[in-house]
C-alpha cells in the first residue's frame, strides 16, 4: 500500500508472506571429514536414521565439552552428558511473515530521500546443530540442519540518498539487520549472515563520453567500536 503525501513523499506499507525449502544439502548431505570421526548429513528422518541418531541418542556439544574437561582433569562424570532429540519430522520448510514500511520524498530535483524499516517472524527458522554420539568408547560428531523450535525475529532499517550534480549521480545507504536471540546450542550463521551493518557508497554518470557511461559502486560490513562506526578492511 503507497500512500501520497504529495507528489514528492510517498508513505509505503507492506505485509508478505515466503516459504523456504530445506536445500539438497539441508537434506541429504553425507560428508565424512576427520577420518570418519566428524559427519555433516542431511536433516531427513531417512539420514538420521541411517546414522542410529533416534535411537542411540547423542550429546549436546556443550555437555560432551564439559565432559571432555572432567576426564582431562581425571575425574570422569557421565552425568553432565546430555542428550538431544531430534524431530521425527527431520528439517522441515521455513516460513515468513514480513512487515516493512518505508517513505520516499523528492526534495529537489537533484535530491531524493528512501528510507524503511522492516520485521520479520519466521516459524521453523532452518539452522543447524552440533551433537556427538557415543560409538563403543569413542564419540562421532555429527553436523545437522535442524528448525528451531518456536519463532524466530529479524528486524532492520536502512537510509539512501540519491544526489545528482553537475552529470554525475552520487549514491549512498546506510542498513542495518539483526536477528533475536536463537539457543546457544544452534547457529544462526547458517540461515542468516546478513552483516548486522552495511554501507555502500556509489558514483555514476551515463555519458561520461559518447554512448559510454559509467558506475562504480563499493560497499563493506561496518562494525561498530565504543561510539563509532568503521570499516574494516575489504
Known sequence: MVYRLSAAHHLRFSYQTGYRNPTNQNQYLDLAAGGGSFRMIGGLPEMIIKYDLYDNKPFTADSYYLYQRSLAVGKPDVSILKTHQF???????????????????????????????????????????????????????????????????????????????????????LSYNDISHLPAR?????????????????????????????????????????????????
Open 186 to 234: 544452534l547457529a544462526n550463521e547458517y540461515g542468516f549472515n546478513t552483516p548486522k551493518f552495511r554501507l555502500n557508497l556509489g558514483i555514476s554518470k551515463p555519458d561520461l563520453f559518447k554512448n559510454v557511461g559509467m558506475t562504480s559502486i563499493s560497499g563493506g560490513k561496518m562494525v561498530l567500536i565504543g561510539q563509532h562506526l568503521s570499516q574494516p578492511g575489504r
Open 87 to 173: 524431530s521425527l519430522n527431520g528439517v522441515q520448510p521455513e516460513s515468513i511473515q514480513l512487515f516493512e514500511a518505508g517513505d520516499k520524498i523528492l526534495i529537489s530535483d537533484d535530491l531524493l530521500l528512501d528510507a524503511y524499516a522492516y520485521y520479520s517472524i519466521y516459524h521453523n527458522f532452518i539452522s543447524e546443530t552440533s551433537v556427538y554420539q557415543r560409538r563403543s568408547d569413542d564419540f562421532i560428531a555429527y553436523n545437522v540442519p535442524v528448525n528451531v523450535p518456536g519463532d524466530v525475529k529479524t528486524y532492520g532499517a536502512a537510509a539512501g540518498i540519491d544526489y545528482r550534480h553537475r552529470g554525475y549521480l552520487l549514491k549512498g545507504n
